[in-house]
């Protein structure tokens, strides 16, 4: 579990291929790496991975392909830059909300534009997400938890102000970039209670 409050930024120092999925190495910067051990859970851009071996400068992990499939991890080149947050600890403060490190989908940043010292971006969201996003409610975009200010159709719009801009990777986004998305766990699990045995099943 996280908060969405990010700790670092990393860098994708190594990509590799490996029986049909990949393993990934992550420089972890400015990251306090003393109280992280093997098996512990790091967020990636959102992602939630497991250090498999650890290294004075970062770590290594192994990313699925269903992970590869649901976030933009797939998309990324030795070089990028990623969001981290080690997992939260039992006597952590809670900064944000309520994070799990599982991508529900992928948005697509459509316009950012400045207001006063802050960015507005506003990014589309799949169809099949959009009735979780509500106006003030939470979101994670790349691991960054966040409040929606708007929702549209088929998007919502953000107000990113400079200290987050400083300290994430939103300062590379530009217009038609990928970001990972994770709604709020609340709404998830209220549609499951109200929905019940409504919802497909998968195991039959």
């Known amino acids: 579990m996280f908060t969405g409050i990010i700790e670092a930024v990393g860098v994708i120092?190594?990509?590799?291929?490996?029986?049909?999925?990949?393993?990934v190495f992550v420089q972890t910067g400015a990251m306090d790496l003393n109280d992280l051990g093997l098996g512990d859970s790091v967020a990636v851009n959102g992602v939630?991975?497991?250090?498999?071996n650890l290294l004075e400068n970062g770590f290594w992990a192994d990313v699925s392909q269903e992970t590869l499939r649901r976030s933009s991890l797939a998309g990324l080149q030795q070089g990028a830059r990623v969001n981290l947050e080690k997992a939260l600890r039992a006597?952590?403060?809670l900064g944000g909300h309520m994070v799990s490190g599982h991508v529900d989908g992928l948005g697509r940043v459509v316009s950012l534009s400045r207001e006063a010292r802050s960015?507005?971006?506003r990014i589309q969201v799949p169809a099949e997400l959009s009735r979780y996003v509500a106006e003030?409610?939470?979101?994670?975009?790349?691991?960054v938890s966040l409040t929606v200010n708007a929702v549209g159709d088929a998007c919502f719009d953000l107000n990113i102000v400079p200290h987050t801009m400083q300290m994430t990777i939103m300062s590379?986004?530009?217009v038609g970039h990928r970001v990972n998305l994770e709604v709020d766990l609340i709404a998830r699990y209220l549609e499951r209670?109200?929905?019940g045995d409504k919802q497909k099943v998968c195991c039959e």
Do not use: F, H, M, Q
């Not at 120092?13 to 393993?23: A, N, Q």
């Not at 939630?48 to 498999?52: D, R």
């Not at 003030?136 to 691991?143: A, E, H, P, Q």
């Open 119 to 121: 960015w507005l971006i």
């Open 136 to 143: 003030k409610g939470s979101i994670t975009v790349d691991g």
């Open 91 to 93: 006597n952590s403060r």
């Open 193 to 195: 209670l109200l929905t």
């Open 48 to 52: 939630c991975l497991t250090v498999a």
């Open 13 to 23: 120092g190594s990509i590799e291929p490996c029986k049909g999925d990949v393993r």
């Open 172 to 174: 590379d986004y530009r």
